[in-house]
């Protein structure tokens, strides 16, 4: 069982930053990846950030340039930092953690922790 734990989200208006923090516990290996998904309002997951700890991070179109995925494997922590936030990046933002080997750990299935969920509202 691995428990993950979030923090950092809040409302922002357009423009702004946020940074969102999660820790990973219950398990002594470390995982093989961790991801951020973003869920808006009627919408199904997506994968916003994900990092793997032997081949690096990828990101959503979307957030390219904007979001800086970063994390340490030692102590299985990962962080999102979201700048130049815009309305469409509202939502409620999970941390996920894949213990089992994927291709691409780019979908939710790829993942089999996840955490409590954080809401990020960004104003216009």
């Known amino acids: 069982q691995v428990d993950l734990f979030e923090h950092g989200g809040g409302q922002v208006q357009a423009g702004g930053s946020l940074r969102l923090s999660c820790s990973a516990s219950?398990?002594?290996?470390?995982?093989?990846?961790m991801g951020w998904f973003r869920q808006a309002p009627g919408q199904d997951q997506q994968l916003v950030a994900r990092?793997?700890?032997?081949?690096?991070?990828s990101y959503a179109d979307s957030v390219k340039g904007r979001f800086t995925i970063s994390g340490s494997n030692t102590d299985n922590k990962v962080y999102l930092q979201m700048d130049s936030l815009k309305p469409e990046d509202t939502g409620v933002y999970y941390c996920?953690?894949?213990?089992?080997?994927?291709?691409?750990?780019?979908?939710?299935?790829?993942?089999?922790?996840w955490g409590q969920g954080t809401q990020v509202t960004v104003s216009s």
């Open positions: 996920a953690a894949a213990y089992s080997t994927s291709n691409w750990y780019s979908t939710a299935s790829d993942y089999g922790y």
């Open positions: 219950g398990r002594t290996e470390s995982s093989l990846a």
């Open positions: 990092i793997t700890w032997a081949d690096g991070t």
